[in-house]
């Protein structure tokens, strides 16, 4: 069966299974999509897939991906500088910014503690968000990780370096279901888990 696949379209299969939630199947349907589609298509795919790394970085201030450093965010001088929103992923960033009741900064960790995952601290961008908090600016850390296990680690652990660094801590409320994912929750959710942010718990 294998020897059917002609090599060059067997490696784009190979490619796309690679993406999470992709099987082996789904992978030969979109590989064989690209195939019978006109060859811009592929071009311009290619072309998106080449840029990616090449103008994509990641913000020296926050964290987070993006082609200018520091990122729109960060240099725009219309949001609070005092206000520190600590998330999981960019696409955790992206929900709330999609939600629309964030006007702080934020600080992107690129994970969350895992031992099953092998995702320890020095893993994440913790050092970096230590430094932020040197240079006095900061007033408030929100610590908007998710409900999950990890997630909840995370925040224990962000808690404790920071907790005598002279700044207030807090943690989302509880509109967020245990075990959510922040970047699964809708707009409404989020906006009221960021109003309902209590101090920090152990
Ligand atoms: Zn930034």
Known sequence: MANAIPEALQRLINNFSALPGVGEKTATRYALYTLRSNENFALEFSKSLKELHEKIKLCSVCMTYSQDDPCPICSNIQRDSSVLCVVEDPSDLLAIEDANTFKGLYHVLHGAISLMDKITPENLKLNE????????????????????????????????ILKDKGVKITRIGYGIP?????????????????????????
Do not use: C, N, P, W
Request: hydrophobic residues 35%; charged residues 30%.
């Open 178 to 202: 245990m075990g959510m994912d922040i970047k699964y929750a809708d707009r409404a959710t989020l906006s009221k888990s960021l109003g309902a942010r209590q101090e920090f718990q152990l």
């Open 129 to 160: 968000l230590e430094r932020r908090l040197d240079s006095g600016s900061v007033k408030e850390v929100i610590i908007a990780t998710s409900s999950t296990r990890a997630g909840e680690t995370t925040a224990h652990y962000i808690f404790d």
